[in-house]
Structures are given as structure tokens and as C-alpha cells.
């Protein structure tokens, strides 16, 4: 049952990555295991047995979630954007008890106040950015390989930071269509054994892949490193970044043609989001792993 609902967790956590405006690292916190995956990531080689026992369930979840659901969750944002986006916003705000217990009876003064401010602030103007249209492919050349090298340790970094969606980052960097398209085609040509088809795609993503790995670490090291030092004013900037998800995820939501019918609905799936997101909350405080 744990290793389930770890898997299960990691599968949110990969679908939420791959959705423009909704953040992996939101979910991370909503399901009360963001500490612990950070912990991992920066101790990996250094407590590797741990660290790779713990990751590795949730790595496992997050690529059933991207492989499987990615072709699923375009259908349902392009066809159901309203109620999708509810559902989201119902796991976010479900899992915010285990945030707010982070600061519950710390002292805030106005840093972090402002701090929270600040961070709220940004999602929301990330949130009203305009023009977010993509080219669908790339020419790969060694120039647009390390760009897109450049672009995977962006994508990550973006990923594990709370509120911060690294899909509407690569959106809004022109790469978001490229990548997925070709995430896409090398599913298609592993599961028709087309080996001649798998070179483009595979150019175009183990150089994002390895900029990606890079980010993780890196992010991840900055942010153990603050909480280590500014643990009130971190979660007060975490706190900002995730309350102000929904806010931007309902920004970014198309609203063409909504019915009072596609309202109830949306509010039906805002609270199976919020049931599911305290249901893995509570699993995570049952069953949480000890630090690696």
C-alpha cells in the first residue's frame, strides 16, 4: 500500500508537470513530501542507497503520468479546460494543511510578509504573460542543442519550485510544443519498433534531459540551503507561490462558452481534487520516509 501510494503520488506529480500553469512542485508540498524528495535529490550520493529507494517510486509514477496521461490531458484541457483546471485546483488547495502547519506558530514579522507578498505577486504577473504560441518542431543542429541543454536545466529548476510552472516556462520560451511533440514521436516509434524514427526525437531530447538533471540539483541545493538558514521566510515564499496557483491556473483557463452545467462540474471535480489531495496528504504523514 505505501509503495502504491507513493507511485500514485508521483504520478500527479509528472501529469502536473507537463500542464502549462499548474506546478509539480505544488504538488509536492500539497502531498506533504516535498521536504523529503528535496533531502533525497541533494543526498543522492551521499546516502545514495536511501536516497534511491525513496526517489525511485516516485520517478516511477511521474513517467507512467507524462507517457500515459500526457495525450489524456490534452484532451481533456482542450475539450474540458474549466473542469481539468478545478480538478487541479482542488488537489492544491487540499493539500495545504501541511504548508500551513510549516509557519503555524512561527512569528512572522514583515520580511516574511513581504517575501509572501512578493511571491504571489509573481505568479500572477507570470500568469497574465501574453503571447504564449509555439513553433511544433526545431531544426537540431549543435547550436540548438545546447540551447536546448539550456532549456532542460530551466524546465527543472522551474519544476520543484512550488507555484512555478516549468511547462508554462518552456511555453513561454518557444520550446513547450517542440519537446512534447517530441516525447510524442519517440513513444510512437519505441512502440512500433521504428528505429530510424527514434533518431530525431532523441537528439532533440537527451540533451534537454541532461540540462534537466543539472536543474534538479542545482535548484534543489539552493533550496535545502534555505531552508536550512531562512526556514520562516522560505515556506512564507513557498506559501505565496502555491496559494497563487490557482489563481493563475484560473487565469490561463479558456472560459469560452462556460454553462451553469460546466460550473457544477467543475465544482464536482474541484472537490474530488481536494478529497483526493487530503486522502495522499494523509498517506504521506502515514507511511512518510525518514530522511535519506
Known sequence: ?????????????????IIPGVSGGTMMVSMGVYDTLIHCITHLFSEFRQSV??????AVGMLIGIVALASLLKFLFANYPL???????????GGLNPLLDKIRHKKLGGVSIGVFVLFFVGIIAMALTGDVSN???????????VILLVMGAVAAATMIIPGVSGSMVLMLLGYYNPVLNAVDALKTAVFSMDFAAMG????????????VALGIFGVAKLIEWLLARFPTQTYCAVLGLVVASPVAILLRTDMTGVSWVMIVISLVTFAL??????ALARGSAATEEPKA
Open 1 to 17: 500500500m505505501k509503495l502504491l501510494n507513493q507511485i500514485l503520488r508521483g504520478v500527479v506529480i509528472g501529469v502536473a508537470n
Open 53 to 58: 529507494k525513496t526517489l525511485l517510486p516516485y
Open 83 to 93: 473542469p481539468t483546471s478545478t480538478t487541479f485546483i482542488g488537489l492544491i488547495l
Open 135 to 145: 513553433p511544433d518542431t526545431l531544426t537540431v543542429d549543435v547550436g540548438q542543442m
Open 200 to 211: 530525431g526525437p532523441v537528439l532533440m531530447l537527451a540533451p534537454f534531459c541532461v540540462g
Open 273 to 278: 481534487g481536494f478529497a483526493a489531495a487530503m
